[in-house]
Structures are given as structure tokens and as C-alpha cells.
């Protein structure tokens, strides 16, 4: 992975995120759009314009392909660059995730 795609996706958008999230399985954008909604409880609905954009510069920049055509429908996959993206923004979130538990809990030690 060369320096200029982690410059550009690391740390992620949720939107960026969440596409390659949905895209470890064959997708298209409707359905994209939908398991974001459904996977964040409706905090995050990503708008046409803002999925139909970062499909684009994803697929450019090698982190999905074009799989097939379906009803009209450009179904989508993550390549194995995509895969290593996606990992590294996983380690980094549960990096954040297990700072903020150790601070809370030296917070709780204090308070006692």
C-alpha cells in the first residue's frame, strides 16, 4: 500500500468506512445505503450523491471493483487493497476504543 492511499483513508470517513464495511460481500449502492442504515440504527443514511462519489474515487484508487451488472444494478466487491485499508482502520478504531475504556476506567479508580 503506497503512502498516498493511506494519506487519503486513514482515518477513514464513516462513509468510506462503512462502503468497504458492506463490500467484504458483493453489493450494489442501494443495498450499501441500506445496511448502513440498518448496521448504525438510522444515525447514518449516506446520501446518493456522497455513495455514488466515493464508489467512484474507490474504484479509481483500487479499494473496490466492478463486479457485474444486475437489473440495472453496478454490483461491487473490495479488492485486497481495499481489505488491507479496512483493516488498518479497524486496528486504529480499537486502538481509540481501548484508549477511551483505560482513561474512563482510571477516571472511575479516581472518583473512588
Given at each position: 500500500?503506497?503512502?498516498?492511499?493511506?494519506?487519503?483513508?486513514?482515518?477513514?470517513?464513516?462513509?468510506?468506512?462503512?462502503?468497504?464495511?458492506?463490500?467484504?460481500?458483493?453489493?450494489?449502492?442501494?443495498?450499501?445505503?441500506?445496511?448502513?442504515?440498518?448496521?448504525?440504527?438510522?444515525?447514518?443514511?449516506?446520501?446518493?450523491?456522497?455513495?455514488y462519489g466515493s464508489l467512484s474515487k474507490m474504484e479509481k484508487d483500487g479499494l473496490i471493483k466492478f463486479?457485474?451488472?444486475?437489473?440495472?444494478?453496478?454490483?461491487?466487491?473490495?479488492?485486497?487493497?481495499?481489505?488491507?485499508?479496512?483493516?488498518?482502520?479497524?486496528?486504529?478504531?480499537?486502538?481509540?476504543?481501548?484508549?477511551?475504556?483505560?482513561?474512563?476506567?482510571?477516571?472511575?479508580q479516581y472518583e473512588k
Amino acid at each position: 500500500m503506497d503512502n498516498h492511499i493511506k494519506k487519503v483513508y486513514v482515518p477513514m470517513t464513516e462513509t468510506g468506512f462503512y462502503i468497504l464495511l458492506c463490500l467484504r460481500e458483493e453489493a450494489h449502492g442501494y443495498s450499501i445505503v441500506k445496511k448502513t442504515e440498518l448496521l448504525t440504527h438510522g444515525e447514518i443514511i449516506i446520501s446518493p450523491g456522497t455513495l455514488y462519489g466515493s464508489l467512484s474515487k474507490m474504484e479509481k484508487d483500487g479499494l473496490i471493483k466492478f463486479v457485474r451488472e444486475e437489473e440495472n444494478r453496478k454490483i461491487y466487491c473490495i479488492t485486497g487493497l481495499g481489505k488491507q485499508v479496512l483493516e488498518l482502520e479497524m486496528k486504529r478504531i480499537e486502538r481509540l476504543y481501548d484508549n477511551m475504556m483505560e482513561v474512563r476506567k482510571e477516571e472511575h479508580q479516581y472518583e473512588k
